[in-house]
């Protein structure tokens, strides 16, 4: 890898604009003329209240929407340039997607749920190797109803990795989960973090979880008024809520 590749941002955004509706009175700006710029390998906490910005920038990043106005990259890449079939390719290949609730398919083992992923992966981790990583080796022939709401999580972030995406963007991971099953599931994201290196962006209401961040973005009507960065983070085992 060059210098310069290392040192090259794994998102950007300048002005990234996202309005809903149409006319002055209905317009709502979920996003207004967003700057930013997030290195790789990075646990970034996103923070702020309901309809602060938050999920509309992790929905941009990840490909599932497009942004009004403005432009963002992926490694260099435009995003805000790309067609939807492109999209769909950028998102195929280098992101992962975990939501408050785990979207499992019932009627699939925890192996099998993951192997959804694996089976059109270029380069994927083993299922029972992504399980694995997430503390579930003993629940890989289990159906979610026979799981806890912190084991369906974890398999669902083990889906998330077993392709190895460039990026894992989370939103609300810990929302349906009480503070002890909650940890489990930062600590889950954490290891993902540190052994394989994945930029992950967790968008949390909780303050407490932006202490294990390496950086914390904190979002207010559609802007970002703060960015800081933790000098010393905390295990997620130490957050409670």
Known sequence: MTEAAATQ??????GLTKVYGEGSTAEVRALDAVDLSLP???????????????STLLNILGGLDHASGGRAWFRGTELTAMTDRQLTRY???HVGFVFQFYNLVPSLTARENV?????VATHPLPAEEALALVGLSARTDHFPAQMSGGEQQRVAIARAIAKRPGVLLCDEPTGALDSRTGTTVLAALDEVNARFGTTTLVITHNAGIRRMAHRVIRF???RVVEVSVN????PAAEISW
């Not at 941002?9 to 300048?14: D, K, S």
């Not at 790789?40 to 938050?54: F, Q, T």
């Not at 192997?115 to 089976?119: C, H, I």
């Not at 000098?231 to 905390?234: I, L």
Request: no cysteine; aromatic share 2%.
């Open 231 to 234: 000098d010393t983070r905390v």
């Open 115 to 119: 192997e959804l992923v694996t089976d």
């Open 220 to 222: 207010q009507d559609g």
């Open 9 to 14: 941002p794994v998102f950007r955004a300048e």
């Open 91 to 93: 998102r195929r290949d």
């Open 40 to 54: 790789e390998g990075e646990l970034v906490v996103l923070l702020g209240p309901s309809g602060s910005g938050k």
